[in-house]
């Protein structure tokens, strides 16, 4: 984790049925994590306005989590400057807040930046491992500015995302002392066991420190010699009356063109086009706080950022684009395997699709249908790749089985012509 400086935080198609189950002990062998902090959260009764000026009296009865610990460069020593991490919730968000202090608050770095793209600068922020399985944990980091970025950590494959996005709220401001950060995380954006139970998370906060080295400050030791991180991180219980409401969301969308000619190119007159409409939904619910469905019909994506530009000149295999449809973001890490054998982006064109993805106990479950109008093929080598697309329809079943170490892998497909 946050291995690369300079970007932060580590970072089939037409018809498609996956089914993944994902266990397997989150230590190698031979590695013993040390014991860790356990946080009693408390729940308060008032209201919290996000404003980072933290004088609402729900603060003054949160838990209280000093970062005590250097972990990088310095291994576990006390770190340079001092950070106190606040938490607490009520019923529908869990708050957490941070006093960062510095003896220099004019060489904080804090950059008014897009979302997700502000690690390069001073930040601190909170890992919420909600199932408490030691696996995959959400990230959510705020800088100065009150710059959001949050993250998904898949820990049994080290891979960290932020094409994942969540709807939370933050704010912050540089103070004589440092600068403060507030958060407030709805229940409803996480995933989690059970609604009304007392519940324990696996929890760390960090703050990284980017001065002559680039500090990371954490609220726990961390043991270079262990090949996991998230079975290092302290715990965290309460949460008791921790709801995610109805949980349902609802997009629909009107898609409208029309293209214009000239009869005689370049001289003549404009003629009207007709006008060319679509109609398009896509929904969420929130079937239980651990399993959520998703419906997607003729789904628009024009909100989504557009991919960076890529060359293929001299270029001997296809080019790859990440996902970004949050569609296919939900559950993405469900889906994922070491060979990629569920790539998202070989659905092009979708009529209509579905997808269910979740949790129960330690293992993951997801199953994700749809169809497509397009056939898109990927024809891959040792030496070269290459991809084409087809104006036919295509059906893949995809099958996943995994648990533990053993995996069960089927895959059947078959094309029809238009």
């Known amino acids: 984790m946050f291995a690369a400086p300079e970007i932060g935080p580590r970072m089939w198609a037409p018809l498609c049925v996956s089914l993944l189950v994902l266990a397997g002990a989150p230590l190698s062998a031979g590695d013993t994590p040390r014991p860790r902090a356990e946080y009693?959260?408390?729940?308060?009764?008032?209201?919290?306005?996000?404003?980072?000026?933290l004088d609402e009296p729900a603060w003054q009865e949160a838990a209280r989590i000093e970062l005590q610990f250097e972990t990088r460069p310095g291994e576990n020593i006390p770190p340079p400057v001092e950070t106190e991490c606040l938490v607490t919730y009520d019923s529908s968000q869990v708050y957490i807040a941070f006093k960062a202090y510095d003896e220099n608050p004019q060489a904080i770095r804090a950059h008014m930046v897009d979302r997700d793209t502000a690690f390069n600068d001073d930040f601190v922020g909170v890992v919420l491992d909600t199932f408490n399985d030691e696996r995959r944990a959400f990230e959510f980091f705020v800088n100065p500015l009150g710059v959001q970025m949050d993250l998904f950590n898949d820990d049994l494959s080290h891979d960290e995302t932020a094409a994942w996005d969540a709807i939370w709220f933050s704010a912050g401001r540089i103070t004589e002392e440092g600068y403060v950060v507030e958060m407030a995380i709805p229940f409803h954006q996480l995933r989690f066991p059970s609604e009304g139970e007392k519940q324990t998370w696996g929890f760390d906060a960090i703050r990284f420190y980017p001065r002559s080295d680039r500090v990371w400050i954490a609220s726990q030791p961390m043991d270079r010699g262990v090949s996991y991180?998230?079975?290092?991180?302290?715990?965290?219980?309460?949460?008791?009356?921790?709801s995610a409401g109805?949980?349902?969301?609802?997009?629909?969308?009107?898609?409208?063109?029309?293209?214009?000619?000239?009869?005689?190119?370049?001289?003549?007159d404009l003629q009207?086009?007709?006008?060319?409409?679509?109609?398009?939904?896509?929904?969420?619910?929130?079937i239980t706080p651990s399993l959520t469905g998703n419906l997607a019909l003729n789904p628009d994506f024009s909100q989504v950022e557009a991919d960076v530009a890529q060359l293929d000149v001299n270029n001997p295999f296809a080019l790859?684009?990440?996902e970004q449809r949050p569609f296919f973001l939900e559950g993405a890490d469900i889906f994922s395997t070491p060979l990629d054998a569920v790539f998202t982006r070989n659905v092009a064109n979708p009529l209509w699709g579905g997808k269910i993805s979740g949790k129960q106990g330690i293992h993951g479950l997801g199953v994700f249908v749809a169809q497509d109008q397009v056939t898109n093929l990927l024809f891959p080598g040792s030496e070269e790749s290459d991809s084409d697309s087809f104006d036919s329809e295509t059906s893949v079943r995809h099958p996943h089985i995994r648990s533990g170490d053993r995996?069960?892998?089927?895959?059947?497909?078959g094309s029809q012509p238009l």
């Open 229 to 242: 991180y998230l079975c290092q991180i302290s715990k965290a219980t309460g949460f008791e009356g921790a």
């Open 320 to 322: 790859f684009f990440p």
């Open 246 to 268: 109805r949980n349902i969301e609802l997009v629909p969308t009107l898609t409208a063109g029309r293209s214009d000619e000239r009869e005689d190119f370049p001289e003549g």
């Open 40 to 53: 009693s959260i408390p729940r308060t009764e008032s209201a919290i306005k996000v404003d980072a000026k």
């Open 272 to 286: 009207d086009g007709s006008a060319e409409t679509e109609l398009g939904l896509t929904a969420k619910w929130g």
């Open 407 to 413: 995996s069960i892998h089927r895959h059947r497909s």
